[in-house]
Nanobody
Framework: LEFVESGGALTQPGGSLRLSCTAFGAAGYTVGWFRQPPQRPGIDPDGISCISNSGSHTNYAPSVKGRFIISRDNAKDTVYLEMNGLKPEDTGVYYC?????????????????WGQGTQATVSS
């Protein structure tokens, strides 16, 4: 799978963004969203949210639970991340990857190469 992410932008605290990632064949896989904070270049991104291939199971990191919503459209091989109530600490480059969506988000690993990601910046 080779994911292409989009939807990142500059927004103010409290704002919303909707990220998308697409990969041919993604419909058959569990997919996660990961975030690379600006203060940690060169370190693997952190698990943020994931969704099973059917969409019936989702999981969220504690820092985003209640604010972010993950969903998918398998007909379009696309996974979305709706981000609400954005905070400055949500700033980073967001990536999609195939993952297991098991255990704690800090333990999630990517089974696919990182794409180019999409930059989301939350700042006043």
């Amino acid at each position: 799978l080779e994911f292409v992410e989009s939807g990142g932008a500059l927004t103010q605290p409290g704002g919303s963004l909707r990220l998308s990632c697409t990969a041919f064949g993604a419909a058959g896989y569990t997919v996660g969203w990961f975030r690379q904070p600006p203060q940690r270049p060169g370190i693997d991104p952190d698990g943020i949210s994931c969704i099973s291939n059917s969409g019936s199971h989702t999981n969220y990191a504690p820092s985003v639970k209640g604010r972010f919503i993950i969903s998918r459209d398998n007909a379009k091989d696309t996974v979305y991340l709706e981000m609400n109530g954005l905070k400055p600490e949500d700033t980073g480059v967001y990536y999609c990857a195939q993952t297991a969506c098991a255990g704690r988000p800090s333990a999630w690993v990517s089974f696919t190469p990182w794409g180019q990601g999409t930059q989301a910046t939350v700042s006043s």
